[in-house]
C-alpha cells in the first residue's frame, strides 16, 4: 500500500510554469513506478508522463513532449511534474498514481491514486 499526495497547483498565464510535487508514504516508494495523469471538465482522464523505479526510463503523451519533465527523489519518496511553455489546454486536475511492475500508460494499469490538484492556465 502506498498513498499518494499531490501539491502544487494552481492559477498561471499562459507560457508560465508550474512545479507539482505528488509525496508518498511508506518505505518501499523505490518500488513503484510511478506516473502522472490529468483530467479536464468533461473529458477522460489521461496518461501524462511515467517515470521508472530508478529514473532511468521516463515515457511521456506526444501533448506535452519537450514541455512537461517528469522526475522522482527516492530518499524524499517524493515525484515531480515540471511543467514549462504551459498552454490553455493543459487545464485539468492533475493525479500522481502509482503501481509495481514495468512502467505503463493505461489508467487501469495503476492501482494508487492520489486526490488530484488543480492546474488553471488562462490565456
Known amino acids: 500500500q502506498v498513498q499518494l499526495v499531490e501539491s502544487g497547483g494552481g492559477l498561471v498565464q499562459a507560457g508560465g510554469s508550474l512545479r507539482l510535487a505528488c509525496a508518498a508514504s511508506?518505505?518501499?516508494?523505490?518500488?513503484?513506478?510511478m506516473g502522472w495523469f490529468r483530467q479536464a471538465p468533461g473529458k477522460e482522464r489521461e496518461f501524462v508522463a511515467a517515470?521508472?523505479?530508478?529514473?532511468?526510463?521516463?515515457l511521456y503523451a506526444d501533448s506535452v513532449k519537450g514541455r512537461l519533465s517528469i522526475s522522482r527523489d527516492n530518499a524524499k519518496n517524493t515525484v515531480y511534474l515540471q511543467m514549462n511553455s504551459l498552454k490553455p489546454e493543459d487545464t485539468a486536475v492533475y493525479y500522481c498514481?502509482?503501481?509495481?511492475?514495468?512502467?505503463?500508460?493505461?489508467?487501469?494499469?495503476?492501482?494508487?491514486w492520489g486526490q488530484g490538484t488543480q492546474v488553471t492556465v488562462s490565456s
Open positions: 511508506g518505505r518501499t516508494f523505490n518500488n513503484y513506478v
Open positions: 517515470i521508472s523505479r530508478g529514473g532511468g526510463t521516463t
Open positions: 498514481a502509482a503501481r509495481l511492475g514495468v512502467v505503463l500508460v493505461r489508467t487501469d494499469d495503476y492501482a494508487y
